[in-house]
């Protein structure tokens, strides 16, 4: 599952692995099923969706190739976007920094804010 969110980060953004440091204690996981006709059948189909939290070492020219475009966004939450796939990842992602926080030293905070 990483090496796929890897491959597709690379893809669709120009991001490579060693442009990273993930997070090896995030991992978000939704299950959902969306309606099958838009794939040509009946019924509902399955979809699951990971997705893996990583830092840029260093700043990084994005490069799209199938997206028309892209925005940072402040981390203001909470965060009302998407129901379905979206709103339940950023409360996820909520919950871990502010685990992250708590345990940062007072070390870990100088050097974050001297960054």
């Not at 597709?8 to 090896?24: F, S």
């Not at 099923?33 to 020219?61: C, D």
Request: hydrophobic fraction near 35%.
């Amino acid at each position: 599952e990483l090496q796929c969110a890897l491959r597709e980060l690379a893809e669709e953004t120009g991001i490579t692995e060693q442009d990273i440091d993930v997070d090896p204690d995030f991992r978000f996981e939704n299950r959902y099923f969306v309606n099958e006709k838009r794939y040509g059948g009946e019924g509902s189909i399955e979809k699951v969706l990971y997705v893996f939290l990583a830092w840029l070492k260093h700043p990084v020219k994005i490069r799209l190739t199938e997206h028309h475009g892209f925005r940072w966004f402040p981390w203001n939450p909470p965060h009302e976007i998407q129901e379905l796939t979206i709103d339940g990842l950023l409360q996820s992602l909520e919950g871990h920094l502010a685990k992250m926080h708590a345990s940062a030293s007072p070390t870990d905070e100088v050097s974050t804010k001297l960054d």
